[in-house]
């Protein structure tokens, strides 16, 4: 069973960004454990705030290839 979010980030490419620390570790798991691929994975600190969270996507979106990207897991450091 695909979770709309496995879907959505493989056939338009995209970055996933998310705050879910609950339950998307094991979707990710369950995921890659299926042979599956990402376009990427950010975590977001509840401690920002939207504005910060712009700011350091687009930072991340200049200064780096989306091929750099794929099945890696990160976080919005602020």
């Given at each position: 069973?695909?979770?709309?979010?496995?879907?959505?980030?493989?056939?338009?490419?995209?970055?996933?960004?998310?705050?879910?620390?609950?339950s998307?570790?094991?979707?990710?798991?369950?995921?890659?454990?299926k042979?599956?691929?990402i376009w990427?994975?950010?975590?977001?600190?509840?401690?920002?705030?939207?504005?910060?969270?712009?700011?350091?996507?687009?930072?991340?979106?200049?200064?780096?290839?989306?091929?750099?990207?794929?099945?890696?897991?990160?976080?919005i450091?602020?």
């Open positions: 069973m695909h979770h709309h979010w496995e879907l959505y980030v493989a056939s338009f490419q995209r970055l996933l960004v998310t705050n879910n620390r609950r998307m570790p094991g979707h990710l798991k369950n995921h890659w454990d042979g599956g691929r990427g994975l950010l975590w977001l600190r509840p401690s920002a705030n939207l504005e910060i969270w712009a700011e350091e996507l687009y930072l991340i979106w200049e200064a780096s290839e989306a091929e750099e990207w794929i099945d890696r897991v990160d976080w450091p602020f």
